[in-house]
């Protein structure tokens, strides 16, 4: 028996005259990131797009590989076969077997979008109810709350028969949105924050500021692993890694304490601008939420914007700690941020920030600076890292 995965678009159909070419860029996404687990054929069809293997496919990874596809309500595997009610309730039983013997009560949803078809769909549905009940004498049928919901889809080409779908990612397909530079430091809240940004269809860019040797190798990796982790749904992230060791130690050598994180995060946000703009990136985005730690006070925050001249995203801008580490948990980039690499943040941090600076102060403490001078070495001494889930 044939087995495919059926995908229903999201926000995808509230789009009207985009729609096609939105499904189209979802349809590109999926092809990149099924690839890996064989080969499989595509195919539109009234807000549903079939996955169909060809051949030899890893059914299990493909199908959790398309539940972190943003632009996906909801999907499902699911037998495909021939229009003909004899073979469907030979089908429908054997193909559940394992759910239907999990279950107590279920129900069947007939949907027959060919009209042509002999049976209507209140006859399927009672057909197909007593095949089941026939065959799995433990079932009993709850038209209400079943515990599984067979569904018969009667289309052009064929019959589906599947069981409950499984909610999608939701969101919007990436690269629908236009492209974003996310600062990613090692920590819990930048990869969050790329995931969310992802998820309303942005194509993510990553920007990284390393200091070694104060920071380690280590610390890199981490920041490859979680893009990595953040890549199997936001797709294919460009990352690119400058060195900061310099700016950090004029920072050190020449400004007052309290402002020590405010200018590097100035610095980080100059920097930044330069090459998103550089990579066609229309935006910022970064993990800071109000309040969260001194550089992150409303006052803090106009400061660092103060620099920059494309708009700062911040997703997590009114997000609690442990809000941020649920997300983060979800998507499975919390233990690898809690791995106990040191950030170029954590090695220089003052005892006593300012939580309540201007930009009049800053501009001052600048002034001490060459900050042309510095950023101009700091985008001659950057690395490129193409990130694949
Ligand atoms: P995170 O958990 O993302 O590190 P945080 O709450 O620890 O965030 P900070 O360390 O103050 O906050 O950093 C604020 C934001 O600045 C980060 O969310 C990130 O977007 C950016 N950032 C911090 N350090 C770096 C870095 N080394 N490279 C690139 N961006 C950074
Ligand atoms: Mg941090």
């Known amino acids: 028996m044939e087995e495919i995965i059926l995908v229903k678009n999201g926000e995808l159909a509230l789009k009207g005259l985009n729609r096609s070419g939105f ?18 054929e595509y195919k539109k069809s009234q807000s549903t797009i079939m ?12 199908s959790d590989a398309v539940g972190k596809v943003f632009g996906i309500a909801a999907y499902t595997r699911s037998a495909s076969v021939e229009k003909n009610m004899d073979v469907i309730l030979e089908s429908a039983p054997d193909y559940l077997k394992d759910i239907l013997e999990e279950a107590e009560t279920f129900k069947v949803n007939a949907k027959r979008s060919d009209k042509a078809f002999p049976y209507k769909s209140p006859e399927i549905s009672a057909l197909l109810g007593g095949k089941l009940l026939e065959k799995f004498r433990h079932l009993s049928v709850d038209v209400h709350s079943p515990d599984v919901t067979v569904t018969v889809e009667i289309r052009d080409e064929k019959a589906f028969i599947h069981a409950d779908q499984i909610k999608g990612a939701g969101g919007m ?28 269809g942005i194509t993510l860019t990553a ?15 981490k920041v490859h692993a979680l893009l990595r982790q953040v890549a199997k749904y936001s797709g294919h992230i460009h990352l690119i890694t400058v060195g900061f060791t310099e700016i950090q130690q004029e920072i050190r050598r020449k400004c007052p304490e309290p ?23 229309a935006a ?22 103060a620099v920059t001249t494309l708009p700062v995203f911040r997703p997590l801008i009114g997000m609690d700690k442990d809000e941020i580490i649920s997300v983060s948990r979800k998507i499975e980039t919390f233990d690898i941020s809690i791995q106990p690499f040191e950030d170029c943040c954590t090695v220089f941090t003052p ?12 501009e001052e403490a600048e ?19 193409e990130i694949e889930a």
């Not at 397909?173 to 309303?200: E, F, Q």
């Not at 980080?268 to 990579?279: E, H, P, V, Y």
């Open 284 to 305: 910022l985005i970064t993990g800071e939420s109000v309040g969260q730690v001194a550089s992150q006070t409303i006052y803090a925050l106009g400061c660092t914007d």
């Open 51 to 62: 996955i169909i293997p060809v051949g030899d496919c890893d059914m299990d990874k493909a």
């Open 351 to 362: 005892k006593h920030p300012r939580t309540r600076p201007n930009v009049k102060m800053l």
């Open 173 to 200: 397909p990436v690269g629908t949105g236009g492209k974003a530079a996310l600062l990613i430091s090692g920590g819990i809240d930048s990869p969050v924050a790329g995931y969310m940004m992802a998820k309303r």
């Open 259 to 281: 402002l020590f994180t405010l200018i590097m995060r100035r610095f980080m946000m100059r920097i930044a601008d330069r090459l998103a703009q550089a990579d066609n990136c």
């Open 367 to 385: 002034t001490a600076l060459d900050v042309e001078g510095l950023i101009g070495s700091a985008l001659e001494n950057i690395k490129i890292l």
């Open 207 to 221: 920007i990284h500021f390393a200091s070694p040797p104060f920071t380690s190798v280590q610390a890199e990796e």
């Open 23 to 40: 499904e189209d860029v979802l349809i590109k996404n999926l092809k990149r990131r099924l690839r890996a687990f064989g080969e499989f």
